[in-house]
């Protein structure tokens, strides 16, 4: 916690990393933090940060020849979210040039194969998955993710949490705007956008397909899959 002005405080946790950074420079100009404290600050938000990073990624799932949509894609991707965390985009020979993007080159026999060995190379316990043709229209609900990332650390049965507005059948659940997709139905696995917890994705990913396939596929497993079930104005990401 940190005092951004007499008598308020602000978590930083809750800020984007820019945003506490300003809080920080505003302060010590202010006067409300000596040299000493401003720097101890600094080096709290590198913490905190650092520890967002490694806890959740963001994989697009891409191939070469989408390389074409990038562009567009990636400015309103930056364009509408503060992004906290690294970001890969997965291709096969394609190198993304955008300094802000890191890009995983594999090349395998199926779809899920590639993308299980993307998701292998990634360091962090969640990733946030999406395809590259799904360009954002506002800003993205950070509050919404962060969310959903505190019931992933509270039950470590859940597989993923899916941002797309369901329009099938699905169960009532504990969480408010999410309902439980029913065992052995389609559209478990999927390509919209979603935070999936990395070990139970990279297991789902385990049969040979292509992405149209691995989506409807309705194998019997263990885990929770939610998918969003609230007003569309409050969906975490907007696209099309």
């Known amino acids: 916690m940190v005092v951004t002005e007499i008598g308020k405080t602000v978590l930083l946790g809750d800020l984007t ?9 505003d ?15 600094l080096r709290e938000i590198d913490r905190i940060w650092t520890e967002k990073e490694n806890k959740v990624s963001v994989l697009i799932f891409s191939c070469d020849s989408y390389s074409d949509v990038w562009g567009p894609f990636f400015t309103l991707f930056f364009r ?20 802000e993007v890191r890009t995983i080159n594999v090349e395998a026999d199926t779809w899920t194969e590639r993308i299980r060995k993307c998701v292998e190379e990634l360091p962090s ?11 954002f229209r506002r800003p993205v ?34 969480y408010p705007d999410f309902g439980l997709k029913p065992d052995r ?23 040979n397909a292509s992405p149209w396939e691995w989506e409807t596929s309705t194998a019997e ?3 929770e899959f939610y998918v969003f079930t ?3 104005d409050d969906l975490a990401f907007e696209y099309g």
Request: charged share 25%; glycine share 2%; hydrophobic share 35%.
């Open 17 to 25: 990393r820019k945003q506490a950074e300003h809080y920080m420079i």
């Open 27 to 41: 302060s010590r100009l202010m006067g409300i933090l000596n040299d000493a404290e401003f720097e101890e600050s």
């Open 80 to 99: 509408y979210w503060d992004c906290p965390y690294k970001v890969y985009l997965a291709a096969e020979t394609e190198q993304c040039l955008l300094p």
């Open 125 to 135: 316990k969640y990733v946030i998955c999406m395809c590259e043709d799904m360009f």
């Open 141 to 174: 609900k950070q509050d919404m993710i962060d969310t959903c990332i505190q019931y992933m650390d509270e039950n470590p049965n859940i597989a993923c949490f899916n941002f797309e507005k369901e329009y099938g059948w699905y169960e009532p659940s504990d």
């Open 185 to 207: 139905s389609a559209y478990r696995n999927s390509c919209q956008p979603s935070i999936w917890r990395k070990s139970i994705l990279e297991e789902m990913l385990s049969i």
């Open 221 to 223: 497993n263990p885990y």
């Open 230 to 232: 609230g007003e569309a």
